[in-house]
Nanobody, 114 residues
Framework: QVQLVESGGGLVQAGGSLRLSCAASGQTSSIVSMEWFRQAPGKDREFVGFIIRSTGITFYSDSAKGRFTISRDNAKNTVYLQMNSLKPEDTAVYYC???????WGQGTEVTVSS
């Protein structure tokens, strides 16, 4: 199986930036792509974007386009979510997920102050 650990969350001011990391271990050869999700208090979990491990091709939700960038370091089995121009509505717990078998990390909390 795959174990995922997110890190890098914290408190930032609106307009600021933050880089989240998701480190994968275990059967990482089974990972085709890595996804980022977020969940704000009282709301459903929301898709942010994904990256294909072998090619680096990315896809983003409308809310993430132009502000967020997903990248990966395959040698480190780590994916990143670079978040710029942060808004208070970006406040959420951010999770990474492997695919095609969906293993989840425990999440890292991001709070954007106004």
């Amino acid at each position: 199986q795959v174990q995922l650990v997110e890190s890098g969350g914290g408190l930032v001011q609106a307009g600021g930036s933050l880089r989240l990391s998701c480190a994968a271990s275990g059967q990482t050869s089974s990972i085709v792509s890595m996804e980022w999700f977020r969940q704000a208090p009282g709301k459903d979990r929301e898709f942010v974007g994904f990256i294909i491990r072998s090619t680096g091709i990315t896809f983003y939700s409308d809310s993430a386009k132009g502000r967020f960038t997903i990248s990966r370091d395959n040698a480190k089995n780590t994916v990143y979510l670079q978040m710029n121009s942060l808004k208070p509505e970006d406040t959420a717990v951010y999770y990474c997920r492997s695919s095609p078998i969906g293993y989840w990390g425990q999440g890292t909390e991001v709070t954007v102050s106004s």
